[in-house]
């Protein structure tokens, strides 16, 4: 108590000074308290905040499909580029090296006036087949003699069409295996696989009837076997399809969608109005 009796009045102002001061710094101590705990507070809400973004970016990035995962050697456009030496055909080396946007096919011209010719085909599509079959030989033949540089980009759209078993995908990521580890007998290989299409709606082909398809080509390696069993360029077979299916530049101009097979010629989307023969022809021009 400040009003002892006894106490002069000065002494009682002194004692009344103190208690006051005292009293001040209590309340000082505790303001710094509440505004410790209301900061402490704040940071770790931010800090959970962005620990939320965090996982919610990490999971977006992960499930979208456009990763940038690492894919097979020799197709770091997305596609493998076959060109004529001496007569024959030779695959480009390139190390496997995933793109980080929509990439352009390996060239939209050649540097010794080669046209070159670039496919975004679906191993599982009968229109692929089809343009196989009428303009493979032909192809391959330009390409020995030089005049044409074949870029291919096998991707995967019909998954839909084969019962659930994710079979375009699985023959796609099949050529991935090949392209790795056997460039020279890609076109072998993909011929088999036009040769033994399943049809749609079907169950499509079993992996073992896949490796079986890739031996027949002149595959044996046990590595591409455990590749396709592993299914080892999966999320790069989403990934590549996903850059295809969103390139506006390969389009159709007529329907205005993609489609497979989607064939360039000197980077220009071949419109269909003229054959391809006569196509390529006007463009060597």
Not at 77 to 87: A, V
């Amino acid at each position: 108590m400040t009003n002892q009796p006894g106490m002069s009045k000065n002494a009682r102002r002194e004692a009344a000074r103190q208690a006051a001061r005292a009293r001040q710094e209590q309340e000082r101590r505790r303001q710094r308290r509440n505004r410790w705990f209301l900061q402490g507070g704040i940071g770790l809400a931010v800090i959970a905040v962005a620990v939320v973004v965090v996982v919610v970016v990490s999971n977006m990035n992960s499930s979208s499909g456009t990763t940038t995962a690492a894919g097979p050697k020799n197709m770091a456009s997305d596609g493998i580029t076959f060109t004529g030496e001496s007569g024959k055909i030779v695959a480009t080396p390139t190390d496997s090296l995933a793109p980080k946007a929509t990439p352009s096919p390996a060239a939209t011209s050649a540097s010794d006036g080669a046209v070159v010719v670039t496919t975004y085909i679906d191993w599982s599509c009968p229109s692929c087949k089809a343009f196989e079959a009428q303009y493979s030989s032909e192809l391959q033949s330009q390409v020995r003699d030089g005049s044409v540089v074949l870029d291919i980009h096998p991707i995967a759209i019909l998954d839909r069409n084969y019962r659930n078993s994710r079979y375009s995908s699985r023959a796609a990521n099949a050529a991935a295996c090949v392209a790795n580890t056997a460039p020279k007998d890609f076109l072998a290989v993909q011929t088999q696989f036009y040769d033994n299409q399943p049809e749609e709606g079907t169950d499509g082909l079993t992996d073992a009837k896949i490796k079986s398809l890739v031996k027949a080509g002149g595959v044996s390696s046990a590595k591409v076997a455990d590749c396709i069993d592993s299914e080892k360029y999966g999320s790069w077979v989403t990934a590549a399809t996903n850059r295809a299916v969103g390139n506006e530049a390969l389009q159709n101009p007529a329907t205005g969608s993609f489609g497979t097979p989607t064939v360039l010629i000197d980077g220009k989307v071949w419109d269909q109005k003229s054959s391809l023969t006569s196509a390529i022809a006007a463009a060597a021009k």
